[in-house]
């Protein structure tokens, strides 16, 4: 996925900096997400369902991100699957002190291979440790599915899951 965002480095803790490699891994991860095609309203705002996300993320919480996936990519890769790559990119990362800031939401077209809706809400965020300035802005994508928000794999993604690998390349293993 294509996730613009600053390259400087979250802090973890007071003194670990998260390498560039697992944030642009997790940003590739979920960049190039989408939205509404005829389905209802989702009641929940696309900038809390992006924060929930972002947030499961960072908690290692894949099983459950996996869930909130839209239905066209859950048949691409199993939830054993996304949770084994997800654990290989070591983006579980959180220490309990970020402070999650949607920045805008805006209507974004999308052609996403698995993904019939052609429209968007395009979300930019930004995450940061608290007593820190900076930290890092994603632009992600939120995509209504009867009347709930789900997100999507991005291109790279999708490329690799095509030739039977994760993000970071490892090998996907085969589902049960």
């Known amino acids: ?45 696309a900038g809390a369902f992006i924060t929930r996300i972002l947030s499961e993320e960072l908690r290692g919480q894949w099983a459950q991100q996996w869930t909130e996936l839209h239905p066209g990519h859950q048949k691409l890769i199993t939830q054993a699957q996304y949770v084994a790559c997800s654990r290989s990119l070591g983006t579980n990362i959180a220490t309990g002190r970020e402070v999650f800031h949607v920045l805008a939401i805006e209507d974004d077209p999308i052609h996403v291979r698995g993904v019939p809706q052609r429209t968007s809400k395009l979300v930019t965020i930004t995450v940061h440790q608290r007593g820190e300035a900076s930290g890092l802005t994603y632009r992600l994508h939120a995509v209504a599915v009867d009347g709930r928000w789900t997100w999507i ?24």
Not at 24 to 38: D, E, N, R, W
Request: aromatic share 4%.
């Open 1 to 45: 996925m294509t996730v613009p965002y600053d390259s400087a480095m979250v802090r973890r803790g007071p003194a670990l900096l998260l390498s560039a490699t697992v944030v642009v891994a997790f940003a590739l991860l979920l960049a190039g997400c989408g939205g509404g095609g005829a389905s209802a309203a989702p009641s929940e705002s």
């Open 153 to 176: 794999l991005g291109p790279r993604f999708l490329d690799e899951l095509a030739r039977g690998r994760c993000l970071d390349g490892s090998r996907l293993r085969s589902s049960a």
